[in-house]
């Protein structure tokens, strides 16, 4: 049987260990969602499985069967259900308390819609680029200088210092208003 009493004094403790990390970037503890986990093993055996709870603390035997229940399924879709052993009980080994907070949805910025072809600065010299066994033409651009609203047309790549994007031929590009490319078949 899990011993409940245990597993709340736990789970009490770790709520307030993670209190006092949120407390240290100054959000209150009422601010906190906790959610609580177990990891439970059969008896005897290696791996254990992490288990989300549902409640807070236990206050019923009931709620042990709900997270007896958890496991098993969990564990059924691990290992399979003909893997499972529960006439060997089962053994918590590790109680487990996270800490969410809400945060502002952050807006993404919105540029103004440019025309569909691109500035001439945003342009660079064509280059060959092998492709399906052949060597082809690629239009090249400057990630940084293209616009909103600007579609970029197979062959062609698009280079910014800390990435490549390859637009394959007979496929576009489209650069949205939040600067987010839309790759389709043209």
Request: aromatic letters at 10%.
């Amino acid at each position: 049987m899990l011993d409940m009493a245990r597993i709340n004094a736990a789970w009490s403790d770790l709520k307030d260990q993670v209190a006092e990390a949120f407390a240290r970037n100054n959000i209150e503890r009422d601010n906190v969602h906790f959610r609580p986990y177990l990891r439970i093993q059969y008896q005897g055996q290696i791996n254990d499985i992490e288990v989300p709870v549902t409640f807070d603390a236990f206050d019923s035997p009931d709620q042990i069967s709900v997270v007896i229940a958890a496991f098993e399924d969990t564990y059924a879709k691990i290992y399979a259900a003909s893997a499972r052993s529960p006439e060997l009980g089962y053994q918590v080994t590790l109680a487990i308390m996270t800490g969410v907070v809400d945060v502002e949805k952050p807006a993404l910025p919105e540029d103004q819609r440019a025309g569909e072809v691109p500035v001439a600065a945003a342009t660079k010299p064509n280059r060959q680029v092998f492709w399906h066994d052949a060597w082809i033409s690629a239009a090249i651009y400057e990630m940084d200088l293209l616009e909103a609203g600007n579609v970029i047309h197979g062959m062609a790549i698009i280079e910014a210092p800390s990435t490549t994007f390859v637009v394959p031929p007979g496929h576009r590009a489209e650069l949205d208003s939040h600067r987010i490319f839309h790759l389709s078949e043209d």
